[in-house]
């Protein structure tokens, strides 16, 4: 838990600096260049993770364009959709003939519609135990719940 929310706050950061520091993020690295870093990943070089999340974030903004609707959800969008990534940077199998941002787009995807669809759950939840306090309320009141139920 701890653990993810410094990553969570370290990425945030992250994506801060670079718009900062370069006006824009880094570009991808070529089929050759990821065939690379995460032979150094496997190889235990710290860097390659980094590299690895820092020339993807591009891939991040370009999901999470798909799912907000107000300027208000984007950083928060961005945000999970980075920890989408540092998921597929752990989880790829760089063995396997697929790029890796096929992987990863999935990763990022996923992790966005999970933190929406649990939104969504909440509100939903919330909103019924709104009309089962609405329900009580009549009931303890004397007043006609059968009409409030039809």
Known sequence: MLLTLLQFFATKFLVLALHLEAGSFPKPLSAREEVETFAALRAG?????????????????????KYYAQPSDQEDLISIGTIGLMKA???????????????ASRCIENAILTRTNAGRRIGTISTAIG????????????????????
């Open 45 to 65: 070089d710290p860097t390659a993770r980094e590299t690895l999340i820092r020339h993807n974030l591009r891939l991040v903004v370009h999901v999470a364009k």
């Open 89 to 103: 940077v752990d989880t790829f199998d760089s063995t396997r003939k697929a790029r890796f941002s096929t992987y």
């Open 131 to 150: 009309g089962i306090l609405v329900l009580f309320r009549v009931y303890r009141e004397g007043g006609p719940v059968d009409l409030i139920l039809r």
